[in-house]
C-alpha cells in the first residue's frame, strides 16, 4: 500500500480509502447488513488501508458509530475522515432535501458545525477526528462566509478536536477561497476515467499548492468495477435501476462501448495481475493532483480487493493508453 500526506497536514494516510456510504443503511445503496459493514472494516484495516470516509449523513449517524465499534482497540491505525454541513436536527440552515426520510439543511454555522463535531465524536468513540470536511458549500438563504465557517473549524483544530480541515464538493472559486482563509489539507469531489473534468481546475490548483485529493465514484458505483454487464439485475430498491435516466453510461449502449473498451486493456490487467476494478483505482490514483481515491465497499471481499490496488504502479505508457482510450471513446450516447 502507498500512503501520501494529507496535504500541507503532518498525516499520512493510504492512497485508497475505504468509502463507507453503504454501511449508513440508506435504502438505496445499503450493505446486507452491520456485521458485513465491520467485516469490511477490518479487511480494509488488515490490507492496510487506514483512510476511512464517512459523513453523519450516512445513515444519521449509524455508519459513524459501525466504525466506532470497528476501530475499536485500534484507533491508532484509521485516518478518520468524516464531515459537517448536512444539519437534520432542526430547521437552520438552508433547505437541503429529504433523504431516508429526513428533512434536511446545509448549515456551516458555527454554532451547529460544534454540535456535530461534539456528535461525531460521540459517534465515533475517539477524542479525536483527523480530517474534519465541509460536506457541502453553504447555499442560501443562509449563505455563511466562508472566513466565519473556516473561523470555527481553525478554532476547533486548535483544541485539538481536529487534527486537519477539508473540504468537499466545491467550485473552484469556493476551493481558493477556504485555502486562503485557513489551514486547507484536502478536498472530496467527484472524479473517475468518466468524469474527468475538474482536472484543470480543481485538480490542476491542489496539486499546485500541495492540497489532498479524496476523489469519490471512482469506480461510478460499480460501473467501472468490470461486473455490470447487459445482462446485470440489481436489487429491488438499488437506485442503480432508474441511473440510466441521470447517468448515460448507464444506458445499455453505452456499457456495450465502455465493455469494448476494457476488453483492450487484458494485456495490462495480466501483466499486473489484476482485476479491472483495481486497473481503475491505480489509474485515477496516477493521474497528476489525484492523491486518494475513495472505494466504497460492501463486503470484506471487495475491501480487500480495493486495497490492493494501492500497490499497484502503472507504466507511463500504460497511464497514457488508457488515456488515449477514453479520448477515443469520447462522450456518452
Ligand atoms: N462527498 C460527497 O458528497 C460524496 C458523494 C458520494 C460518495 N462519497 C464517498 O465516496 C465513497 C465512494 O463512493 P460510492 O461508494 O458511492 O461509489 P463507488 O466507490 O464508485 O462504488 C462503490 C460500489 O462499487 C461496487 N464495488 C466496489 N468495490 C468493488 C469490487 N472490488 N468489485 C466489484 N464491485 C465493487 C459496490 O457495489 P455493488 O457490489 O453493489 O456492485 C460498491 O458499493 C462513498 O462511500 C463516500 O465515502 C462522498
Known amino acids: 500500500m502507498l500512503y501520501r500526506p494529507l496535504g500541507k497536514s503532518m498525516i499520512e494516510a493510504s492512497i485508497i480509502g475505504l468509502g463507507t456510504h453503504a454501511f449508513g443503511g440508506s435504502r438505496d445503496s445499503k450493505t446486507a447488513n452491520d456485521r ?37 482497540g ?26 431516508d426520510g429526513k428533512e434536511n439543511y446545509v448549515s456551516l454555522r458555527p454554532d451547529t458545525i460544534k454540535i456535530e463535531v461534539e456528535n461525531s465524536l460521540k459517534n465515533l468513540g475517539t477524542d479525536y477526528i483527523d480530517l474534519l470536511q465541509c460536506h457541502k458549500p453553504a447555499i442560501p438563504p ?38 486562503s482563509v485557513g ?6 469531489f467527484r472524479y473517475s476515467m468518466l ?10 490548483y491542489a496539486a499546485k499548492h500541495d492540497i ?57 490487467l495480466n501483466r499486473h495481475e489484476c482485476t479491472l476494478s483495481q486497473l481503475v483505482i491505480a489509474w485515477t ?19 480487500e480487493q480495493n486495497a490492493a490496488a494501492g500497490s499497484i504502479v502503472l507504466e507511463p505508457d500504460e497511464i497514457d493508453r488508457i488515456r488515449d482510450d477514453l479520448n477515443a471513446l469520447g462522450d456518452p450516447i
Not at 77 to 94: L, P
Request: charged share 25%; with cysteine.
Open 212 to 268: 489532498a485529493t479524496l476523489t469519490y465514484w471512482s469506480l461510478e458505483a460499480g460501473l467501472l468495477a468490470g461486473k455490470i454487464n447487459l445482462e446485470r439485475v440489481f436489487e429491488k430498491n438499488d437506485f442503480r435501476n432508474h441511473a440510466a435516466q441521470w447517468h448515460p453510461w448507464y444506458k445499455k449502449e453505452n456499457i456495450e462501448r465502455l465493455l469494448d473498451v476494457f476488453v483492450k486493456w487484458s494485456d495490462i
Open 183 to 188: 489551514e486547507l489539507s484536502s478536498n472530496q
Open 36 to 72: 458485513e459493514s465491520l467485516n469490511a472494516i477490518h479487511a480494509a484495516l488488515d490490507s492496510g488501508v487506514t483512510l476511512i470516509d464517512t459523513a453523519p449523513s450516512y445513515g444519521w449517524g449509524h455508519c459513524e458509530r459501525i466504525i466506532g465499534r470497528a476501530i475499536k
Open 74 to 99: 485500534r484507533r491508532d491505525e484509521a485516518v478518520i475522515a468524516t464531515k459537517c454541513g448536512v444539519w437534520w436536527q432542526d430547521a437552520r440552515g438552508s433547505f437541503n432535501g429529504i433523504k
Open 195 to 204: 468524469h474527468r473534468d475538474r482536472e484543470e481546475d480543481i485538480l490542476a
Open 285 to 303: 490514483a496516477a493521474q497528476p493532483g489525484a492523491s486518494h481515491v475513495l472505494c466504497g465497499a460492501k463486503t470484506a471481499a471487495q475491501s
Open 142 to 179: 443562509e449563505d455563511t462566509p466562508i472566513p466565519e465557517t473556516m473561523g470555527c473549524l481553525m478554532n476547533l483544530k486548535d483544541q485539538g478536536k481536529i487534527r486537519a480541515i477539508g473540504v468537499s464538493n466545491v467550485s473552484l472559486d469556493q476551493f481558493m477561497t477556504y485555502d
